[in-house]
């Protein structure tokens, strides 16, 4: 969590400089310090060299003791965690990304990204398209609040949990060569003659979008029959059971987006 997301996130803020640099510093500061602390006893060599590099809190005084070893366990403290579900939509958006990269090993090296949020991303989303980019590097990130079918050319297609979707266009997955603009929402055919998108390009994503339907129809198949068994939903705890009522609700959306993008890239599901 610390490297992979807070680290990424954060360097465009260390770069530029200045007050919120600081504060991003001590936040990082902070994190290094509590996690050397409870790493110590299972590689307490390491710990003690890292710990001695890290500069002194912000007053300048020392960090409690001489040694790591020494100083006292992290301790636990009841913090209001406000924004971590905003920041989900960061996690979910990067994931898509790097599974659109690794399904099309032929994508432009930096690519512009259409994030189309949903009700309840709507909100946050401008504001976590930088955290998007840092993260998940070389690209471009546009909130469309509108309808995707507004947005002229054919696209692969991601939908994020919670109804958010991610879109780059085909034309940067499969290579110049193929460039072309086509009208979203046209059928193949019509597509292959208002461009030079390639047919083997757009039924590549066709099958792909096809397999990640019936895989998502299937789990929501089986969140369903769980719902319909009573002995499920009047014995298991509640909190189980509404965890699964949205889970439902997600894979509905998702299902519902996906097959109208097999249907715009193609005309029938």
């Not at 050397?36 to 409690?64: C, H, M, N, Y």
């Not at 499920?232 to 997600?250: C, I, L, N, Y």
């Amino acid at each position: 969590e610390l490297a992979d997301w807070y680290l990424e996130t954060v360097k465009p803020r260390l770069a530029v400089g200045g007050a919120d640099a600081e504060v991003a510093r001590a936040v990082l500061v902070h994190c290094f310090d509590g996690a050397l602390r409870l790493l110590q006893p299972v590689i307490p060599f390491i710990t003690e060299t890292l710990w001695a590099k890290l500069p002194a809190i912000s007053d300048g005084s020392a960090r409690g003791r001489e040694f790591l070893t020494t100083s006292a366990w992290p301790e636990v403290r009841a913090l209001p965690l406000e924004g971590g579900d905003a920041f989900e939509l960061v996690r979910n958006a990067v994931f898509a990304i790097r599974k659109l990269r690794k399904d099309y090993p032929g994508a432009a090296k930096r690519l512009e990204v259409i994030l189309q949020p949903s009700a309840t991303d709507a909100a946050g989303a401008p504001l976590l398209t930088q955290d998007i980019e840092a993260v998940a590097r070389n690209i471009s990130v546009r909130v469309a609040q509108a309808g995707i079918s507004d947005t002229p050319g054919s696209f692969a297609h991601e939908v994020l949990t919670g109804g958010s979707e991610v879109f780059v266009s085909l034309n940067q997955l499969v290579g110049a060569a193929l460039a072309g603009d086509i009208r979203a929402g046209a059928t193949m055919s019509g597509a292959l003659s208002a461009s030079g998108l390639s047919e083997d390009a757009i039924a590549k994503e066709v099958a792909r979008l096809r397999a990640e339907l019936d895989q998502t129809q299937k789990i929501l198949d089986g969140v369903r029959a769980k719902l319909s068994n009573e002995s499920f939903t009047s014995r298991a705890k509640p909190e189980v059971v509404d965890g699964a009522r949205a889970q439902e609700r997600d894979l509905a959306q998702k299902v519902d987006a996906l097959t109208r993008k097999i249907e715009a890239l193609c005309g029938t599901r």
